[in-house]
C-alpha cells in the first residue's frame, strides 16, 4: 500500500501526517510540486518480462508522459534481493540530493522510499506496484530502495547521459528511519 508520513526537518520521531490515501498522496505532494499517480497496466506484465513487453503494457501512460514533459529516453531497472551490486546501489542514493531535471519513477513491481526534504518538512512517500512520482528538478531528496530491494520501475529521462545528482552534504537523511525500519 502506497503511505506517505510528513515530517517536520528536525523531528524524525513525530509524522505531522500519515496517510495511505492516493487521492491524499496525491494532494498533499502537489502542493510542493511533486506529481503522484497511479497506473494500471493494459495487459499483465509477468515476472522477467523485457523491457519492451514492460513499456508496452503501459504505452499510454509512457507516451502522454513523454509527450508532457520532453522526456528524450525511457528504460527499465530491475533489482532484485540477490543482485550482486546491491550495497553499492543503495548506498548511491542514500544521501541528500537533488537534479538538475525531473526525478520521474513508475514501480511496476515492488516497491521503494522516495523522501522529499522541502521547506523546512520532510515527505516520506512509500512507493508501490501502479504508482508513478515525479520529483522536480531542484527538489532535495533521497531514496531508499531497502537492504533487500525488489523492484522494477520505468525511469523517464531529459538528459542524455541519465541520472546524475548533486549532493548537499548534510546529514538529514541519515536523521530519518531507513527503509524497512520504520
Given amino acids: 500500500m502506497s503511505r506517505l508520513r510528513i515530517f517536520a526537518n528536525d523531528a524524525p520521531e513525530t509524522p505531522l501526517l500519515v496517510t495511505e490515501e492516493g487521492e491524499r498522496i496525491a494532494s498533499e505532494l502537489a502542493a510542493i510540486g511533486v506529481t503522484f499517480e497511479r497506473w494500471q497496466a493494459t495487459h499483465p506484465v509477468e515476472p ?37 551490486d546491491r550495497d553499492e546501489i543503495r548506498r548511491k542514493f542514500l544521501d541528500e ?13 515492488g516497491s521503494g522510499l522516495f523522501t522529499l526534504h522541502v521547506d523546512g518538512k ?15 528538478d531542484g527538489t532535495t531528496h533521497w531514496f531508499d530502495m531497502g537492504a533487500k530491494p525488489n523492484f522494477v520501475a520505468i525511469r523517464f529521462f531529459q538528459q542524455p547521459d541519465g541520472w546524475i545528482g548533486y ?11 531507513r527503509y524497512g525500519d520504520a
Fill in 122 to 136: 520532510v515527505y516520506e512517500v512509500e512507493c508501490v506496484k501502479d504508482d508513478l512520482i515525479a520529483v522536480p
Fill in 48 to 84: 522477467g518480462a523485457s523491457q519492451e513487453e514492460v513499456l508496452a503494457a503501459y504505452r499510454t501512460d509512457v507516451d502522454r508522459l513523454v509527450a508532457e514533459r520532453g522526456f528524450t529516453s525511457v528504460d527499465v531497472i530491475s533489482i532484485a534481493p540477490d543482485h550482486p
Fill in 97 to 109: 540530493h537533488y537534479h538538475r531535471e525531473d526525478e520521474v519513477r513508475f514501480f511496476v513491481a
Fill in 167 to 177: 549532493f548537499t552534504g548534510t546529514d538529514i537523511a541519515q536523521r530519518f528511519p
